[in-house]
């Protein structure tokens, strides 16, 4: 259960927790989900790359933080919407959209089977 993927998968996500979601992303990017023992280690992974996405300079990667989340929706929607890393992700990137006064349809559809407020 333990080896190089999960020492890389906790680097990622102390990456996010420490603020640099570019070293995140580079973690990220050495990973592609094959040789997880436990599938929901991958995808907890992934709401730890959708959160380096969001956490881009001027919402940069807002739409690659959408994208990922859309990923993991499509595999664990009962799962996604219990996680307060993905509620906080779809919230700030709902935030910034409402800035620019238009909420796009992939994130409404993101937020909405959540069950984030729009």
């Known amino acids: 259960m333990f080896g190089p993927r999960t020492v890389e998968m906790a680097a990622g996500e102390i990456a996010v927790v420490q603020g640099n979601p570019g070293k995140a992303l580079t973690i990220a990017g050495r ?29 940069d990667g807002d739409q690659d933080a959408v994208a990922v989340l859309t990923g993991v929706l499509e595999t ?14 779809v919230g700030a990137v709902l935030d910034r ?22």
């Open 97 to 118: 959209a409402r800035r620019k006064r238009a909420i796009p349809d992939d994130v409404r559809t993101l937020a909405d089977a959540m069950r984030v407020p729009v």
């Open 76 to 89: 664990a929607p009962e799962w996604l919407a219990q996680q307060r890393g993905a509620h906080a992700t």
């Open 31 to 59: 990973l592609d989900g094959k040789g997880f023992p436990v599938p929901r280690n991958y995808m907890r992974h992934r709401l730890d790359v959708a959160a380096a996405h969001a956490a881009r300079p001027r919402g």
